[in-house]
């Protein structure tokens, strides 16, 4: 069946993408102000006029690109030979500033925006696959967002890829004062008496593993691009005494944190890689802290547990849009509170570059390479192991 009329519009100047970005002073901030929702309600009443789409359901993309707001998502569109905003289909459920999946013409690049946050995240995401307009079992899904590094492992405007995610927020945290003017907090695994013990209470979405394969092959691709640099990210740089943070942006290899609370500080990124090396026995290394992709995975876990979509085929990419500890001449309050560290325009710019080597990829060599998978060696899956497999479960408590 064609699309309907209510549910497919032309987006030349779409709706879900025309969000300006939000500044706050001299640093990016990720929300949406009043103003800017004051906007979205009087874009949303002027929209286009819907136009039925040549398109069949259910849709059946080849890949589908999970930004998160809207800056991560502009950086797709009007590229050439790229016509991401091709159509436009509304779904319920998806965030209300961002209610349609965008498609190129054929249907096989598609685009989903989640709204930041894990809320937002996995709502967004359970409303896409949920969905009868879309047939995601063949589907790649690459998580191309940006988010804060660890100086040690890489530098802003890198590339990162990721085999596992943590939810670094899913903890005890203790107050070790009961003075106000003594802010310290220990960080301690739920059901756990210390810090080096794996938590006895388990939720389920604590971490996350993902084909390994996989991601190397995306990171083959991603570093055939040249990233962007530019001269103010060069010179906040060099406030770090060695590489990799004052050296150029490159792709790395290192695993993603999930935490609601956006935070900065060197105690708390090493109590963060400390308790990714836990929960993954000793195979993770933390470098990029975001704020929705566990709860991304916990969609695509049930979406795959459901028969809906290949848990196999998922890609996390991040690019590095800021340093998650201040550098020594600054203190952690400004770094994060005032300090422009330039990151933000290379890290959204590398989306692209790199991204656009690995969607096209899919794309130009679906029948030799993709269509049947890229087949995993590793265990991939959630700590509990919900999915069936053979490969041995290599997270959780009876690894």
């Not at 490159?250 to 090493?270: H, I, Q």
């Not at 969607?359 to 029948?367: A, H, S, Y």
Request: with cysteine; hydrophobic share 40%.
């Amino acid at each position: 069946m064609k699309l309907g009329l209510l549910s497919c519009l032309l987006v030349s100047q779409a709706l879900a993408t025309s969000m300006p970005a939000i500044y706050s002073g001299i640093k990016p901030k990720r929300g949406v102000s009043r103003d800017a929702a004051a906007v979205y309600h009087q874009r949303r009443a002027s929209a286009p006029t819907a136009t039925e789409c040549n398109l069949t359901l259910p849709i059946a993309p080849k890949i589908v690109i999970i930004s998160m707001f809207t800056p991560e998502a502009n950086t797709w569109y009007h590229r050439p030979d790229f016509d991401l905003l091709a159509h436009n289909i509304s779904l319920p459920g998806l965030s209300p500033l961002f209610p349609s999946i965008h498609c190129d013409s054929a249907g096989s690049i598609c685009q989903v925006i989640t709204g930041e946050g894990e809320i937002n995240a996995a709502a967004s995401i359970n409303a896409l696959w949920l969905s009868p307009s879309f047939n995601l079992t063949s589907s790649y899904f690459l998580i191309a967002g940006i988010g804060g590094v660890n100086p040690s492992l890489a530098t802003t405007g890198s590339v990162t890829f990721a085999r596992y995610a943590v939810q670094l927020d899913l903890q005890y945290q203790i107050s070790l004062s009961k003075d106000a003017a003594n802010t310290s907090i220990a960080t301690i695994p739920q059901g756990s008496d210390f810090a080096s013990e794996y938590p006895q209470d388990l939720y389920g979405t604590e971490v996350f593993e993902l084909n390994n394969n996989l991601k190397s092959l995306a990171v083959s691709l991603a570093r055939r691009a040249a990233l962007n640099d530019t001269t103010a990210a060069q010179a906040y740089r060099a406030k770090y005494s060695s590489p990799p943070a004052n050296a150029a942006p490159s792709v790395v290899e290192c695993d993603s944190g999930t935490s609601n609370t956006y935070w900065s500080g060197a105690v708390l990124g090493d109590t963060f890689s400390a308790y990714t090396k836990l929960l993954t026995n000793g195979s993770g290394v933390y470098c990029n802290s975001q704020q929705e992709d566990n709860a991304t995975l916990e969609s695509l876990l049930r979406g795959a547990i459901a028969r809906k979509l290949d848990f196999a085929r998922i890609i996390l990419m991040r690019t590095a849009s800021d340093f998650d500890r201040a550098p020594p001449d600054e203190t952690e309050e400004e770094h994060l509170l005032t300090a422009e560290q330039a990151g933000f325009g290379p890290s959204i710019e590398n989306i692209w570059l790199a991204g656009r080597q690995i969607v096209q990829d899919v794309v130009g060599k679906w029948d030799e390479v993709y269509e049947q998978g890229v087949k995993a060696e590793n265990y991939v899956g959630d700590l509990w192991g919900s999915l069936d497999g053979t490969a041995t479960r290599d997270i959780g408590l009876l690894a």
